[in-house]
């Protein structure tokens, strides 16, 4: 199976709090798992990645974490900003279908001033 | 740096119409990609490729056609329109193996009268 399910659908946080965004994945051959976001009108482009040798990846307020056992990630976004405010997709690749790219559903986020 | 072109921006098309979308990238990627992002959804993969002449098919593939008669390019038919679709068309491009960043296109947008 190779689908990818994120959740929430939709996340409202205010300024300054954490935002916390999951998938999990079933294909257990899948190495690479990116994060990318899509602002109203443009084309997603590529936020943060991790593969499974690391179980944390850190950029600036963005953390991925990574749960191989229960084949889980997650994105933190920290002191979130209403700049932040936009779609976000999770997606995982690699493994028996090596070209192949799986993405998630998506998460809309809404940061409040 | 680099860039991916698509063409048309905007598609409009009668029921059954065959329609033709480019895209044309510089980067000196293998592989590139062909999504459909419905409004409000996520990005569900209609044909890949991974090679000069390559084609691999999605989950979304029927109803399409894709040809990459060159590196640099990648088009996409829709075999016959349906009346009323809406749809996001976007165009990606990696490096290689689906373990790197895609890079997208602008998106063409189709209306189906």
């Known amino acids: 199976q190779q689908q990818v399910r994120q959740s929430p659908q939709s996340l409202t946080v205010w300024e300054g709090e954490t935002a916390i965004l999951n998938c999990s994945y079933e294909?257990?051959?899948?190495?690479?798992f990116p994060w990318y976001h899509q602002f109203p009108g443009e084309s997603p482009a590529l936020l943060i990645a991790?593969?499974?040798?690391?179980n944390k990846k850190e950029d600036g307020r963005f953390t991925i974490f990574f749960n191989k056992r229960e084949k889980k990630f997650s994105l933190h976004i920290a002191d979130s900003q209403p700049g932040d405010s936009a779609t976000y997709f999770c997606?995982?690749?690699?493994?028996?279908?090596?070209?192949?790219?799986?993405f998630g559903t998506g998460t809309r986020l809404q940061v409040l001033p | 740096g680099g860039i991916i072109t698509q063409t048309p921006k905007f598609l409009i098309g009668q029921e059954g119409q065959k329609l033709t979308l480019k895209c044309q990238q510089n980067?000196?990627?293998?592989?590139m990609y062909w999504y459909r992002q419905d409004s409000g959804k996520g990005l569900r993969l209609i044909y890949y490729?991974?090679?000069?002449?390559?084609?691999q098919k999605g989950d979304l593939s029927e109803g399409y056609d894709a040809s990459r008669e060159k590196k640099s390019s990648f088009s996409l038919t829709v075999t016959s329109a349906q009346k009323n679709e809406m749809a996001v068309f976007l165009c990606?491009?990696?490096?290689?193996?689906?373990?790197?960043?895609?890079?997208f296109g602008p998106g063409t947008r189709l209306t189906v009268l």
């Open positions: 990606a491009s990696s490096p290689g193996q689906s373990s790197y960043e895609q890079y």
């Open positions: 294909d257990s051959t899948f190495d690479y």
């Open positions: 991790i593969r499974p040798v690391s």
């Open positions: 997606a995982a690749s690699g493994g028996s279908n090596t070209n192949k790219v799986v």
């Open positions: 980067f000196n990627h293998d592989t």
């Open positions: 490729s991974i090679t000069e002449n390559d084609l």
